[in-house]
């Protein structure tokens, strides 16, 4: 049974004594903390403007990969992405999470199989009119405190077609075409 006190006033038996109240939060830690809480965030941000061959393996975009430290045991992790750039032959292309070198949350792991694909712009590259990515998915882990977890966003195609992050085909630096950042967010959640 819970209990609540509420109070207009709280003064000292005197009447002129100060109350110390001490942090409530000190000493708390991720084993305090109810399941569904959020335990940490953190991310990878890149601007940097690159270009990729990709084939049917995958392969990590734009260097989009970050480790994460456990604070709970058996935590679930929401990895969120971001990703601005152009696509060669976007209607072939698949977009996945890796953890630790291997999907999560896919069907399988041909080329064919993705958790999303960039919006179709236009059929093929224009020059122009970037497509994005927005991904997200709940991984549920058996994570150990203190073992890492390195998440990766990745890609791959039925043959060996171009990618542009963060800009698009013809963007070599003149700001008469799209650029932008791509973000990989990792929020650990207590199992």
């Not at 001490?22 to 569904?36: D, E, F, K």
């Not at 497509?131 to 890492?148: F, I, N, Q, R």
């Amino acid at each position: 049974m819970t209990s609540k006190l509420k109070t207009d006033v709280l003064e000292a038996v005197s009447g002129s004594a100060t109350i110390a109240l001490t942090n409530q939060l000190s000493g708390m830690t991720s084993a305090s903390v109810p399941s569904g809480s959020v335990l940490q965030v953190v991310s990878y941000f890149t601007a940097a403007k690159v270009s990729q061959t990709i084939g049917t393996t995958d392969t990590i975009v734009n260097s989009m990969t970050k480790a994460i430290t456990p604070l709970g045991a058996n935590s679930k992790f929401l990895v969120q992405v971001r990703w601005f750039g152009e696509i060669n032959i976007v209607r072939n292309r698949v977009f996945n999470i890796h953890m630790d070198g291997a999907r999560v949350n896919s069907q399988s792991n041909n080329f064919w199989s993705g958790l999303s694909m960039g919006s179709l712009t236009y059929h093929n590259s224009n020059g122009s009119s970037p497509e994005m990515v927005h991904l997200s998915t709940l991984v549920t882990t058996s994570s150990a405190v203190g073992t890492d977890i390195t998440f990766s966003f990745v890609t791959s195609t039925y043959a060996n077609n171009v990618i542009w992050s963060n800009r698009c085909f013809s963007n070599v630096g003149s700001s008469q075409y799209e650029d932008g950042t791509s973000e990989l967010i990792i929020t650990e959640i207590k199992g």
